[in-house]
């Protein structure tokens, strides 16, 4: 298949920054900004978004790579990319833990005593902090780099695949996704369970997204400019809207006709239920028609703040989970009054955009500056990363 | 409104007028209580005059201390119930232990049922599921065990969510395990003793100071107090016959 364009989608890194917004908005708990997250309007969310366009992007980077280079060459930058990611992934424990035997040590009201049997780990740390490293005890909101990193590992040879028969790639994931169904695949968690978000779920997203950055997207072009797809996605996103308004407003869960309700409930996360994949695709559709790929406002300083986030979001994510551990603290220790909230909110993203503007600045100032490698050495990161 | 239903329940129970008003604290979170389900075992076993309860739970339906069993809910739930249905025999009976799952529950379930016998179950579970991060799948199916075991035994379901701890809020996902209550308790048509919203609206209106580090029981004793009194509420009126009260007249 032929590179598509050499240009990166500015698309791309808005909507993976405004997802990573939304992540770190969901991540901090009982936050009134919550309620402008689109995972409260409809089946999906944010990580949905942030999934689709990392196998995008990680198709783009690594699919030239291989091209260029070879299997083996792509083959180690991907690995390395979810070595970086490991890394990142102990750093963010390290500070979780930290927040959590602050708290065992100053709370301990007896309303709680069962509650605070969740800090119970700090009592065998051999087992538990084993466990963090091997990715199976995952603290609340910590799941996401994990999956990333498995997706990575598997994407080596799906990538080898999607350059040779893009559709038998798309097929073989398709085929693990149903697999997964048929046969209830997930990885064992730490101390009970399983993964949140099921790795033999959640490529199928990941690999779509590839597929399309691999010149998928233009053999669909055709079909998601088409009138028809478009106003089934839009119907469909008013029933999810309909539907998920009687999650907030349970009175009218009564017009909700019982075998639409036993068809659709539950709507499973963990396992990237179906309806979330095909509202997922409704909102893709609305987005890709309605904002071209040429549109100026992607070039305007309106964007630029959730583009910059987009560009780098490695550090935007990690950055964000930190900010929502910190966030609630300032609820808890200081005041979590409504305009708190707001202005923990609104703080949160300006650091990130702060603190992505500042990696933009440095990347550019080291290649400028003949940093360790020259620039010709990494065109595959020329508007980004994956 | 909301205070004339439940006048007309107490006055069709034969309740005297003379029933203690609700702390004001209590009585924030009342139109969170408006049970979705009836009673029907609850409401022969009060025309029977002889109301069993039994309160299946975790760790936070107990309080820790020497008193701590005299003034945890269940035993709030036996003295509102007591003072609101005057002329019945309650009996509030508990199988309590910390740190339990709704599997781990619902095998001790045939068990405490064989023994108290009572025509209503109140089971207080989820935080500890949410804690040890068990399937969600398994949860829900240990619920929908639980409530069908209780029903055969002839006894009536209400099921009570985690509580709203806000401290440790991130570091318990409570999210999936309420939800999975709520998705349950609409199946199975049982109501839901929505502890997690009343303690979130407690927390946000600031009624209690769900925040605070203190070591002492009175927070912990009157939330307990209230959760006693509104469970009470909820069973009466849920208990309470379908027929308008001219009609129903016993």
Redesign the interface.
């Known amino acids: 298949m032929a590179p598509v364009s050499t240009e990166r989608d500015l698309r791309l890194d808005l909507f993976r920054g405004l997802a990573l917004w939304l992540i770190f908005l969901d991540h901090i708990p009982s936050n009134a900004v919550n309620w402008v997250t689109i995972r409260n309007y409809g089946f999906s969310d944010a990580t949905e978004i942030f999934v689709f366009i990392s196998g995008y992007t990680a198709a783009f980077v690594y699919g030239r790579a291989m091209r260029q280079h070879g299997f083996i060459v792509a083959s180690a930058r991907v690995l390395k990319r979810a070595w970086q990611i490991y890394v990142a992934h102990v750093f963010l424990l390290a500070i979780y833990l930290a927040e959590i035997a602050y708290v065992a040590s100053s709370f301990d009201n007896p309303l709680y005593t069962e509650e605070m049997g969740v800090l119970n780990f700090l009592k065998n740390p051999d087992v538990t902090i084993l466990q963090a490293l091997l990715l199976k005890f995952k603290p609340v909101n910590m799941d996401v780099l994990p999956l990333y990193i498995l997706l990575l590992l598997w994407f080596p040879p799906m990538l080898w695949l999607l350059l040779r028969a893009p559709s038998l790639a798309l097929i073989t994931s398709a085929s693990v996704y149903a697999l997964m169904w048929l046969f209830e695949w997930n990885i064992p968690a730490y101390p009970s369970g399983t993964w949140l978000f099921n790795p033999f779920a959640w490529q199928l997203l990941f690999v779509f997204g590839a597929w399309c950055a691999l010149g998928g997207a233009e053999n669909l072009s055709r079909w998601i400019h088409s009138p028809v797809m478009i106003g089934l996605a839009i119907t469909y996103l008013l029933f999810a809207f309909s539907i998920a308004m009687t999650w907030y407003f349970p009175r009218l869960a009564i017009y909700v006709p019982k075998w639409v309700g036993d068809a659709i409930y539950p709507i499973d996360k963990t396992n990237l239920d179906v309806l979330r994949i095909m509202h997922f695709f409704a909102l893709a559709i609305i987005t890709v028609a309605f904002i071209p790929r040429d549109w100026p406002g992607l070039k305007s300083w309106f964007c630029w703040p959730a583009i910059v986030c987009g560009q780098h979001s490695l550090e935007t994510f990690c950055l964000g989970v930190f900010l929502s551990f910190a966030g609630h603290f300032v609820f808890t220790e200081v005041s979590n009054r409504v305009v708190t909230q707001v202005v923990v909110s609104l703080a949160g993203i300006a650091i990130m955009v702060a603190v992505a503007a500042l990696i933009s600045w440095y990347r550019q100032a080291e290649r400028r500056g003949g940093g360790p490698r020259p620039p010709a050495a990494k065109p595959g990161y020329a508007g980004g990363e994956p | 409104m909301r205070k004339r239903l439940l006048l007309l329940a107490l006055l069709m129970l034969g309740a005297g007028p003379a029933w203690a008003e609700h702390p004001a604290e209590c009585r924030v979170a009342e139109n969170l209580i408006e049970p979705s389900f009836r009673l029907p075992r609850v409401t022969s076993a009060l025309a029977a005059k002889q109301l069993t309860v039994l309160v299946v739970g ?3 339906s107990q ?3 020497s008193s701590g069993g005299g003034n945890a809910y269940p035993a709030r739930l036996q003295r509102a119930l007591a003072e609101r249905l005057h002329g019945v025999d309650v009996k509030v009976t508990t199988d309590v232990k ?2 339990r799952t709704a599997a781990e529950m619902v095998k001790a379930l045939p068990g405490a049922l064989g023994a108290a016998k009572p025509a209503l179950l109140v089971w207080q579970t989820g ?2 599921d949410a ?6 799948d398994l949860f ?1 199916q240990s619920l929908d065990k639980g409530i069908k075991t209780a029903h055969a035994a002839g006894a009536d379901v209400v099921l009570i969510n985690a ?1 709203y ?9 409570l999210g999936t395990y309420v939800e ?1 209550m709520r ?1 349950v308790a ?1 199946q199975q048509e049982v109501p839901l003793f929505d502890r997690f919203s009343i303690m ?1 609206l407690w ?2 209106l600031g009624t209690f100071d ?8 009175d ?2 004793e009157r ?1 307990h107090d209230c959760i006693g009194r509104l469970l009470a509420d909820m069973v009466i009126s849920a208990a309470k016959p379908e027929e308008p009260p001219i009609n129903g007249s016993r």
């Open positions: 975790a760790g936070s309080l820790p201390g910390s740190g935080t500890v804690m040890l991060g068990v399937d969600s829900s509580q701890s806000p401290r440790t809020e991130s570091m318990i996902a999975d998705w609409l979130k927390g946000e769900l925040y605070s580090a203190t070591k002492k029981l927070i912990a939330v």
